[in-house]
């Protein structure tokens, strides 16, 4: 049995005439913590996108080894892809893109509440899992009432509350201090990869790249380089 | 210069060709409402009997019924279209462009979005003219000629809507202006305190009292004067209290949320409740308007009141009346929570978008932003018609019991005005499922 939690074969997707992908093999294995690495427009973006079935690739396949068995992403229908999305993945942006007007803990527990757990139910593990990212009493806060490294430890419990096997992070400290950047990236392994799950972070700063287990390094939409760092 | 990049940013964005289209649609529906209930109510001026007046007293409470629902739509319709090119006016500071030039160019972008759209309205209203001229008062139809506004007023009315949005599109900006980044923070939600609730109830309690001692009016002026109190005074209260209580009920609503959509509703209410009773504050006097005229025609009209043929015919036409103003106004409140959610969306589309990544169903989506409209909407339209019933309560208890059939009228006409208010909304959804789509 693979112990690739993500495999992608030949992956190709252009936007008009710019190829954002041109043939992208890879393999995720299951509990690292695999950095995505490239300039801006390197295609970084679109892989993880692809990865995660928010974008059909134009060419190839995404496989993903859930709980009951192989699933090829790359075949599933949108709706199928979105209610995976839900089911086993976690996100967490640059932005946070946490609803302002919900609280914290309802942030958090709206994952769960969209499949279709309990209000209650979904809340106390929510506030278990902003305790466990050190947000003890901030729970009932508002998002416009928390400092950025806050909102993004929010957004790290969103991602992880449902149990999702992988975790996706596109530039998750872009909008940090290098600080904050550091303790939240390290909120984000500690609740991923310590935990025996399975962490994709996209990113162009080399030192988040650093900290995770391995990095490949994207440029014009292709793999150019893999290195396990220092 | 200036023109030159107003025509660049004139192109269809990342939000398609709907934020385009949308503010045209809107200005394009103003104006063709506008030049209707003009061209509708001219007519009663050509009157110069003593009936004449009456209609014409009749005619400027409906306008004036109309007019804040249509300055609401107005605005809505200057604020998308501002909106619309937030982002690239927001870059255009950044690069190094003046105060001024931004807003030139909002003044152009959105000035040209309502010109186009008005000149569209007055298309609308002259392909109207044939249907709006069958409308019967005083036992005839008011003919196409009679409802034809000369063409000056054809002419200003294009151009007065263009002004209003270019004055809209300087206000709404100035937030660009004042800050290239546009960055907008969200603290605390706004409370409001419960001592609008008991001035509320003092005055609805007054204007009860003195709709029951109206018959001991000493003059015609007298009695007219306590009947403008009492209307008068039961509309301010609702604006008093009306955000109050759509608070009030939102709390309770998110407190016993079960669902995503339920939650998320009732958390949008209450981040703004004065937001959301303004985007259906104008059903609020609609509502009010068809209970407390409605009820006492109906009164009127059972006991025998009017028992003469011109009697008959001048409660005939102020049920006329009644019908189109409510229908009208719930019309433009449709038109409004339309522009207003098109612009949320268009305002919210990063936030659409990753809620889309984490697999959230558009339909989920959907149902937060129209339960977070047609919840205070039914508040409004229900407790406005239920304070009109208050202050009138003698008469609306009567007319229960002699002529039912006008309260299910009322009833029935309030509920196809929520009705059309759903269908606004129902226009919306390819907007959201647009920007929210990050499927490739």
């Known amino acids: 049995m693979s112990s690739f939690v993500i495999e992608a074969v030949g992956l190709s997707k252009s936007f008009g005439s710019t190829h954002a992908l041109a043939g992208v093999d890879l393999s995720v294995r299951t509990g690292e913590s695999l950095a995505v690495m490239g300039a801006s427009g390197s295609g970084k973006t679109t892989l993880l996108h692809c990865l995660a079935g928010i974008t059909r690739p134009g060419a190839g396949t995404v496989g993903f080894l859930s709980g009951a068995g192989r699933v090829v992403v790359t075949g599933l229908s949108e709706r199928e892809r979105s209610r995976l999305r839900r089911e086993a993945f976690g996100f967490v942006f640059q932005q946070g893109f946490l609803i302002p007007e919900l609280t914290a803990v309802e942030n958090v527990a709206l994952a769960l509440m969209l499949n279709g757990m309990p209000r209650a139910r979904a809340e106390e593990h929510g506030r278990g899992w902003l305790v466990a990212l050190g947000l003890a009493g901030m729970e009932d806060r508002r998002i416009g009432q928390l400092s950025g490294g806050q909102a993004q430890r929010v ?76 | 210069m200036i023109a030159r990049v107003a025509w660049l940013l004139a192109r269809p964005g990342s939000a398609g060709a709907a934020a385009s289209v949308l503010p045209v649609t809107a200005f394009g529906i103003v104006t063709a409402l506008l030049l209707t209930v003009i061209g509708g109510a001219q007519t009663f001026w050509t009157w110069t009997d003593d009936d004449g007046v009456l209609y014409q007293a009749l005619a400027v409470i409906a306008l004036v019924l109309l007019v804040v629902p249509l300055v609401s739509l107005g605005g809505a319709a200057a604020g998308l279209s501002a909106r619309r090119r937030d982002d690239g006016l927001a870059t255009l500071r950044l690069l190094g462009a003046t105060p001024a030039m931004v807003a030139a160019l909002a003044v152009i972008e959105s000035a040209v979005l309502a010109l186009v759209g008005a000149v569209a309205g007055v298309a609308v209203y002259l392909a109207g003219v044939p249907l709006l001229g069958l409308i019967a008062f005083r036992g005839e139809a008011l003919g196409a000629s009679g409802v034809l506004l000369p063409w000056p007023a054809l002419v200003v009315v294009p151009f007065a809507i263009g002004a209003l949005a270019a004055v809209s599109a300087v206000l709404g900006l100035r937030q660009v202006v004042i800050s290239p980044l546009g960055v907008r923070t969200r603290q605390e939600a706004p409370r409001l305190h419960w001592v609008r609730v008991v001035v509320g109830l003092a005055v609805v309690a007054l204007a009860f009292g003195v709709m029951s001692v109206l018959r001991v009016a000493p003059s015609a002026m007298v009695f007219l004067g306590m009947l403008a109190l009492a209307f008068g005074g039961s509309l301010a209260v609702l604006n008093l209290i009306g955000p109050w209580v759509i608070r009030l ?70 049920r006329t009346g009644i019908l189109i103003t409510v229908v009208g106004s719930f019309l433009m409140v449709a038109c409004s929570v339309g522009v207003k959610q098109a612009a949320g969306i268009l305002d919210r589309g990063d936030l659409y978008r990753s809620l889309d990544m984490l697999g959230m169903p558009v339909g989920t989506m959907d149902a937060a932003r129209r339960r977070a409209v047609m919840s205070p909407l039914r508040i409004t339209a229900i407790g406005s018609a239920l304070t009109a019933a208050v202050v009138m309560l003698p008469l609306t208890g009567v007319t229960l019991i002699v002529a039912p059939a006008s309260l299910v009228v009322i009833a029935g006409v309030l509920a196809a005005g929520i009705g059309i208010v759903w269908l606004g909304l129902l226009a919306t959804r390819p907007v959201l499922a647009r920007a929210a789509s990050t499927a490739g």
């Open chain 1, 155 to 230: 957004a790290i419990a969103r991602a992880q509350v449902t149990g999702a096997s992988v975790v996706f992070a596109d530039e998750p400290t872009g909008s940090l201090d290098s600080a904050t950047s550091a303790d939240v990236m390290q909120a984000l392994l500690d609740s991923t990869t310590g935990q025996g799950r399975t962490l994709v972070v996209v990113t162009h700063d080399a030192e988040v790249a650093a900290r995770c287990s391995r990095i490949v390094d994207v440029r014009d939409g292709r793999i150019v380089g893999e290195r396990v760092p220092a």
């Open chain 2, 249 to 318: 009920i939102a709390s309770g609503q998110a407190k016993r949320a079960k669902t995503p959509a339920r939650l998320i509703a009732a958390r949008t209410v209450l981040e703004s409740p004065k937001g959301a009773w303004r985007q259906v504050g104008g059903v609020a006097m609609t509502s009010f308007m068809a209970v407390f005229a409605g009820a006492g025609v109906a009164a009127l009209e059972a006991f025998g009141t009017a028992g003469d043929a011109e009697s008959e015919l001048l409660m005939a036409d102020i």
